[in-house]
């Protein structure tokens, strides 16, 4: 499927002509990307080292996750929505960008582990669970939000 | 009676456990080869503006 369509019409709509012509709007919406990014990071942390039972381990884990969900979900939307708009601004040179779809692919799977694997397997009791899963689940969800931020930050310099 | 429950609850924990093991490796397995390739790319412009060297 070819989003060029897509990527050309965002290129000229009323968004793009907001986030080129107004430079300050253009901060203030980078800086709820960046405030969505620290929330959503901030969340996988302290969720994935507690079943990591590095951090808070005299809470249980159950807990510690069940309370992260909400501030990731706002986390997310935050940075959905601004990145749209940052993007929008460059939208056609993002298309030909190798890094930005590294960094979509890998959204996309972020947000399928997180809703459809991390999210159904630890709302169990996780006591029910072997500890090598749990740990597994951990790790790969840091290093899946790792290579989303990651990535991101390459588009700037490929 | 208590047998039969446990095994009920079990079953579907496993399957969900086995399928996360899974997915996990897959996961872990493609951004191995993928940040492979990236730091394998960096390697190489580095030794083509510096050299390798020798």
């Not at chain 1, 029910?128 to 790792?146: D, E, G, H, N, Y």
Request: charged letters at 15%; one cysteine or more; a negative charge.
């Amino acid at each position: 499927m070819d989003l060029y369509p897509f990527f050309d019409w965002l290129d000229t709509s009323l968004l793009a002509d907001i986030s080129k012509a107004y430079g300050g709007v253009f901060a203030v919406v980078q800086m709820f990307h960046l405030l969505g990014m620290s929330l959503l990071g901030g969340m996988v942390l302290v969720g994935d080292l507690r079943l990591l039972n590095l951090v808070m381990k005299d809470i249980p884990s159950e807990v510690v996750i069940d309370n992260t969900y909400k501030w990731f979900n706002v986390g997310l939307a935050t940075m959905v929505v601004s990145g749209i708009f940052m993007s929008s601004a460059v939208s056609l040179k993002l298309y030909y960008n190798e890094m930005f779809w590294a960094k979509m692919t890998a959204l996309a799977v972020g947000v399928t582990f997180v809703y459809f694997v991390r999210k159904p397997l630890l709302s169990t009791p996780h006591d029910a669970l072997r500890p090598s899963v749990i740990k597994l689940t951990a790790i790969t969800s840091m290093a899946i939000w790792f290579t989303i931020a990651a990535s991101g930050r390459w588009i700037g310099f490929s | 009676m208590a047998n039969t429950t446990e095994v009920e609850t079990t079953a579907p924990n496993n399957r969900r456990q086995t399928f996360t093991v899974l997915f996990c490796v897959a996961v872990l397995g493609t951004f191995l080869w993928f940040w492979g390739e990236q730091i394998a790319e960096v390697i190489e412009m580095l030794e083509l503006a510096y050299g390798d060297g020798s």
